[in-house]
Each structure stands twice: as C-alpha cells, then as structure tokens.
C-alpha cells in the first residue's frame, strides 16, 4: 500500500494558463536544469521578477550564480512563468523527495537522459551536466527552426525578441516618456518622440492622458489630506501642480501667469488648494 506522503511527492501539477508561476517553474525545474542541481537547488518563491532558489550549501549558490544567464534563458521559454528577470541563491534546508520503488510508477517520471546517467559525484561534474543539458536544448531548438532573443538569448518561435525583453523594453520607454512629461512637460509632442527612442504617436497620448489622470487624483487625494491636517508633500505637489497645467494646456510656461484664467480653468475645483500650498499657507 502506499504512503499519502510519497503519493503526494510523486504528484507534479501541469502548469496551464493562469497557473500559478511558481507551481510552473518548480515543474519543469528538474528538466530545465537537470536532476543533479534540481537535488540540490530548489526554486522556493517569485518576488516580483526575482526568482528565489534555495541550495544546499554557499559553494552551489556561488557556482550556480555563474549559470545564470543560461538558468533564466531556460525560464523565459516558460509561457507560464513569465517576467522572471533576476535569480537569488540562499542557502538553506531542502525538501529531500522520498525515493520510489521501481515497481510504483507515478506522475513523476525522470527524462531518459537523468535515467541512465547516475548521480554526479562533485558539484563541477553537475554543473558540466547542466551546462551540456542547456547546449543540447538549444540545439534541439535550432533544429525545429527556432530562433533566440536578440537581447538575453533566450529561445523564441518567432521575433527578434521574447515577450520578457519586449516588455522590459515597453517599461524603460513607458518610463523615460512619463519622466520627460513631469520634468518638461512644455517639450512638444514632437520633441518627446524624437527623444525617446522607439515612442509612437500613440503610446505618447496614452502616456499622456493615464498621467494626467493620476496627477488630478493625487492632487485631489492632497487636497482631501490637507482638509483633514495631515502632512503632505508640498515640494512635490507644487511641482506636480506645475507640470499637470503645461502639460494640459500645452502653452508655454514663459508665457502662463500664476493668475491667469487659463491655469484657472486647468485646475478647476483645486485651484484654490494649488494657490495656498504655494503661498506655504
């Protein structure tokens, strides 16, 4: 009869859409990286874009951090763990999986490859293994026509970039578009996109509308605070106030007084709250 404890170690879940990430990378962790490391590196958490991985001792923490460029090319070709950009090594106790007889065969199944090679006997002869497992998965893929991340070398079907490189490229433009817009929001639209490099006419209006948006609302949310004497930024607030103005009116700042009707209209119902943080009231 067997044990619930060794059902329930045998049982590996299939990562699907809207899997859990973890439950994805923990499932294909002993193929992406080989049985010998997978027995001592266990992959335990995902904060943010970092993946956590635990290990047997400091030596494979170190050795491993030498791997991982090739690690997290393994780990972009996940579709259901997406976004893992970084990997943390700490040292700590692992979950050993109870052994199976050879006469229960279960979900869990090792690839041929782990079968019919024995244990590494050093830590350099696993991390050969990992490497040559790596190499021949990336020949395999080149093979079936496959092609890899013009960025990080990680391997894609189609495109000179994977969806994790892609976004991150997104997120540096995102970025340096709404910082252009807080600290000059006079620039035209023009010149917003002859400096940042890649931005569409249309990603610079969304850009350009979420942050008025989310300016009006923190200043409003300032306003409520401010009602009820508690502390805000006044020094970030002003600047913010300042830049939400130009960048709604579009009109140039040499030209816009502090009471004019035109700053009047653009703040509306907080023109008032505006006026008294910059007279430090």
């Avoid at 047997?56 to 030498?66: I, K, M």
């Avoid at 991150?168 to 910082?179: L, P, Q």
């Avoid at 400096?195 to 306003?223: F, Q």
């Avoid at 653009?266 to 709250?273: I, P, S």
Wanted: hydrophobic fraction near 45%; charged fraction near 30%; include cysteine.
């Amino acid at each position: 009869m067997l044990k619930l404890g060794s059902v329930l170690d045998a049982w590996r879940p299939k990562p699907g859409p809207g899997s859990d990430p973890l439950v994805a990378v923990r499932a294909a962790w002993p193929e992406l990286v080989g049985a010998d490391v997978a027995r001592a590196a266990q992959p335990v958490a995902i904060e943010r874009e970092v993946l956590i991985v635990l290990t047997a001792s400091a030596s494979w923490s170190h050795q491993l951090a030498f791997l991982e460029p090739e690690i997290l090319r393994g780990l972009g070709a996940l579709a259901a763990a997406p976004g893992i950009t970084r990997l943390r090594f700490r040292v700590g106790k692992l979950r050993r999986p109870a052994a199976s007889g050879g006469r229960h065969g279960g979900p869990r199944q090792e690839s041929a490859a782990a079968v019919s090679e024995p244990p590494a006997k050093t830590l350099d002869d696993a991390l050969a293994r990992l490497r040559r497992s790596v190499e021949r998965t990336r020949a395999a893929h080149r093979l079936r026509g496959g092609t890899f991340c013009a960025l990080c070398e990680a391997p894609v079907d189609a495109g000179p970039t994977c969806t994790p490189c892609r976004d991150d490229v997104e997120r540096r433009r995102r970025y340096a578009c709404e910082r252009l817009l807080f600290e000059a929001p006079w620039l035209s639209s023009d010149e917003v996109l002859a400096l940042v490099d890649g931005l569409t006419p249309e990603e610079y209006d969304a850009i350009r509308r979420r942050l008025l948006r989310s300016w009006w609302d923190e200043l409003w949310r300032a306003n409520k605070l401010l009602k009820l004497r508690q502390p805000i930024d006044r020094v970030r607030l002003r600047k913010l106030a300042s830049s939400f103005v130009l960048l709604e009116t579009r009109i140039d700042p040499l030209r816009l007084e502090m009471d004019s009707a035109v700053r009047k209209n653009a703040l509306g119902d907080l023109y008032e709250f505006v006026c008294t943080i910059e007279a430090g009231v």
